[in-house]
């Protein structure tokens, strides 16, 4: 046979380069999903930084707590793999908290960046994980919006909380696995063992992901002929890519395994001195409240959610629903098939997926019986859900696709895409609207975000100079390190940079003899002992109730000596 020539080269690359430029549709298609999905991600960014300052009002102290172990880890080179503070927590958010504020200086910005970037990362995932479920981009940008745009997500997304690792370790953890079972690469797998190796560094809900990976081995087992023969070394890398990683952290708890206990005895659904002598009837209420929550009444804490409203908004809700329906049926269908037929099928490993991840993730909360239902704990439920909702889209979404091909007469299938993608569109918007203009309006996420802290920290700030600065730690809260109520750190926090020197002590340290005057002291709350005490050693001392905003409950006390 001869070769071609270079001309006749030439002349056969302009034909397929003509024969590209004339069908256009690839490139229309890439560019729209492409569009598409750069706008989720534009999405989920400014609904994650948009008055991040300012909204939430305040700095929780669970926050705050997270900022001051990241100062005296970069002040005194002290970096921990499990900072026990405030209950113990294990340690990787706080180092990366740590680097925040090295990089870019102390600021409520750098206290919350990690939580924004994990939240923001986790929705490329779910455009990553659920085509690589499901099969088609389609289904990628429909997971992406509604976790985008999720009340859910976006709330402990703002909030400096180190439960926001833990959907991204799992999302990428899954898209890394199901990727490397499409390409059969070894890197795809190292990767997903990586990814969930960090989850034992994050939050302690992870601690129950490995009965998902349980629950997956069984469903390939099942569904895939001559597994362990065939992955076997996928298997190895995967399971020493996440020991590896996890190894500082599980050494951590070998050699102190108190870390590895938290206060389950006063929260367990298990606990008498909870449940009071009704197991039966705790865990009743346990299991129908959080399984609840998701369409019809969700957390009541502010700090977690909008009390009225369930933790899916509008229609996600309903498509979540219906998804449970069609996986619970392909999970059985399949099962059977196996049993009776000896057929095969990857949707019976997706539904093993998804139901074992939301049942797992909801086990923190199932096993709990205090702030029923519990939207934190069971954060890591959250990825699940709405991969189970975009599934359920997809599913209306191929039938309407069947109703096209068959060419009804009446553009019912078009009809029905429009209206559709109209009803997901409107899903994104009403949770956006609850979060910024419903929940941000509302009087009680001051309290729920003890702004009244924040306050006396901006207070502390703006004073001269040559005032002594005084603080009586005496809210409540966990006893840090440093000797002061978790309530305390986050005044500490808020002033670290602008106004050093404060002097913090606690009630009973507090001995009003060591007041320098001129000098303000700042109550945490209203103490009329404390206030008694510095009278009678300066007569003149003036009391005052500052409220920045009146009725909120942001009010505290500063006493003037001059």
Do not use: C
């Amino acid at each position: 046979m001869k070769r071609k020539t270079r001309n006749q080269k030439k002349s056969a690359l302009k034909d397929r380069i003509a024969v590209f430029w004339k069908d256009k549709s690839f490139l229309r298609h890439r560019f729209f999903y492409l569009t598409v999905a750069a706008s989720i991600f534009a999405i989920a960014i400014l609904a994650r930084t948009y008055h991040i300052t300012t909204l939430p009002p305040g700095v929780y102290p669970d926050e705050a707590v997270n900022g001051t172990d990241a100062i005296n880890a970069l002040e005194t080179g002290q970096f921990q793999w499990f900072y026990p503070n405030n209950y113990g927590r294990e340690g990787l958010f706080m180092n990366l908290i740590a680097l925040g504020f090295k990089i870019f200086g102390v600021s409520v910005i750098t206290l919350k960046m990690w939580s924004v970037l994990f939240g923001v990362l986790t929705v490329a995932g779910m455009m990553l994980l659920a085509r690589e479920l499901f099969g088609t981009y389609r289904a990628g940008l429909v997971a992406g919006f509604l976790y985008a745009t999720s009340f859910w997500a976006i709330n402990f997304n703002r909030i400096s909380f180190r439960a926001n690792m833990l959907p991204f370790v799992l999302v990428f953890t899954f898209y890394f696995l199901f990727k490397g079972l499409r390409e059969k690469k070894t890197y795809d797998y190292i990767l997903a063992g990586v990814f969930f190796g960090l989850g034992v560094h994050g939050y302690i809900a992870f601690r129950i992901a490995p009965a998902i990976l349980a629950a997956l081995f069984l469903a390939f087992l099942i569904s895939k002929k001559k597994f362990l023969r065939q992955y076997w070394k996928s298997i190895l890398s995967f399971l020493l890519a996440a020991f590896f990683i996890a190894l500082p952290m599980l050494l951590t708890f070998w050699f102190h395994p108190e870390y590895f206990e938290t206060r389950s005895e006063s929260v367990s659904v298990f606990s008498p001195k909870v449940n009071q002598g009704h197991l039966g009837k705790a865990l009743w209420e346990s299991v129908t409240k959080t399984f609840g929550m998701f369409n019809f009444q969700g957390d009541q804490n502010w700090r977690h959610n909008f009390p009225s409203q369930p933790q899916l908004q509008s229609w996600t809700g309903i498509f979540f629903l219906i998804g449970i329906i069609v996986l619970f049926y392909h999970f059985f269908f399949w099962l059977y098939q196996r049993i009776k037929n000896g057929k095969r099928s990857q949707e019976f490993v997706v539904s093993v997926l998804l139901l074992s991840w939301l049942a797992a993730m909801l086990l923190p909360g199932l096993l709990t019986y205090e702030g029923l239902p519990h939207a934190l704990r069971t954060i890591g439920a959250l990825p699940a859900a709405i991969l189970i909702a975009a599934f359920a889209v997809e599913i209306i979404f191929r039938f309407l696709d069947h109703m096209k091909a068959k060419n009804f007469r009446l553009p019912i299938a078009q009809l029905g895409r429009g209206a559709l993608i109209f009803l997901i569109a409107w899903s994104g918007f009403v949770a956006i609207k609850t979060y910024f203009i419903d929940w941000a309006s509302a009087p009680e996420i001051h309290a729920g975000f003890s702004q009244n802290f924040k306050n006396m920290a901006l207070y502390l700030n703006n004073l001269p100079v040559s005032v002594n600065k005084y603080v009586v730690a005496n809210a409540g809260g966990q006893i840090m390190d440093d000797g002061l109520p978790v309530s305390a750190e986050v005044v500490r926090l808020l002033t670290h940079s602008p106004t050093p020197g404060i002097n913090y002590s606690r009630p009973g340290d507090f001995d009003p003899k060591n007041i320098k005057v001129p000098a303000k002291v700042v109550l945490m709350y209203y103490d009329g002992e404390i206030i008694a005490k510095i009278k009678s050693i300066f007569p003149g001392a003036l009391v005052q109730k500052l409220d920045p905003q009146p009725g909120n409950g942001t009010d505290y006390y500063v006493i003037n000596v001059n």
